[in-house]
T-cell receptor, first 118, second 116 residues
Framework: AQTVTQSQPEMSVQEAETVTLSCTYD???????LFWYKQPPSRQMILVIR??????QNATENRFSVNFQKAAKSFSLKISDSQLGDAAMYFC???????????????FGKGTHLIIQP | EAGVAQSPRYKIIEKRQSVAFWCNPI?????LYWYQQILGQGPKLLIQ????????DSQLPKDRFSAERLKGVDSTLKIQPAKLEDSAVYLC??????????????FGPGTRLTVL
């Protein structure tokens, strides 16, 4: 079974600064997807960014980018020019592509609470 | 486009009572998931449906939890009888169900269950 570990329960950053959230995972599979989801207080979880394991190029989405180190099984999220609206819980998630039968439920980490200081 | 709808948003029950949650996925989405999110933890998959068939229920506590998706659209998750440790937010998500790799899972607002 796969596991996802987020070792930072809480992070704080000044508005307009850059912050990096850490995620490591454990798997014996070679093909999979990794995701970062954002869960604002009392609001729905939304997808921030995804990374295919077979792609060496790191994914980027506007101010959000990842540092994917497959050999190290590391998948960090960098948020540039932090904004007040970025305040939320951030979850790292893993999706197997080898479960068979179409099973593709996500395995989540415990989350990192991101605080933006004005 | 309407998102994933869930009801009720909040529910408080006594232990040993029964409770049911309802989910309506995004129109046209074949795959539906139920996750359990205990306070301070990430969501954990309980069950995945593809249309009206179960794809994965390996983490569903089948002695007390049941779920159905009879017509391949709406789904109901039931707990009978509830225990204190079932207090959590129950999240429903849906995806197109076309490509396992690239499909995005869209989440509903969740139902917060408190068992007293």
């Amino acid at each position: 079974a796969q596991t996802v570990t987020q070792s930072q329960p809480e992070m704080s950053v000044q508005e307009a600064e850059t912050v990096t959230l850490s995620c490591t995972y454990d798997t014996s599979e070679s093909d999979y997807y990794l995701f970062w989801y954002k869960q604002p207080p009392s609001r729905q979880m939304i997808l921030v960014i995804r990374q295919e394991a077979y792609k060496q190029q790191n994914a980027t989405e506007n101010r959000f980018s990842v540092n994917f180190q497959k050999a190290a099984k590391s998948f960090s999220l960098k948020i540039s020019d932090s904004q007040l609206g970025d305040a939320a819980m951030y979850f790292c998630a893993y999706r197997s592509l080898q479960s068979g039968g179409g099973a593709d439920g996500l395995t989540f980490g415990k989350g990192t609470h991101l605080i933006i200081q004005p | 486009e309407a998102g994933v709808a869930q009801s009720p948003r909040y529910k408080i029950i006594e232990k040993r009572q029964s409770v049911a949650f309802w989910c309506n996925p995004i129109s046209g989405h074949a795959t539906l998931y139920w996750y359990q999110q205990i306070l301070g933890q990430g969501p954990k998959l309980l069950i995945q449906f593809q249309n009206n068939g179960v794809v994965d229920d390996s983490q569903l506590p089948k002695d007390r939890f049941s779920a159905e998706r009879l017509k391949g659209v709406d789904s109901t998750l039931k707990i009978q009888p509830a225990k204190l440790e079932d207090s959590a937010v129950y999240l429903c998500a849906s995806s197109l169900g076309v490509d396992t790799g690239t499909d995005t899972q869209y989440f509903g607002p969740g139902t917060r269950l408190t068992v007293l």
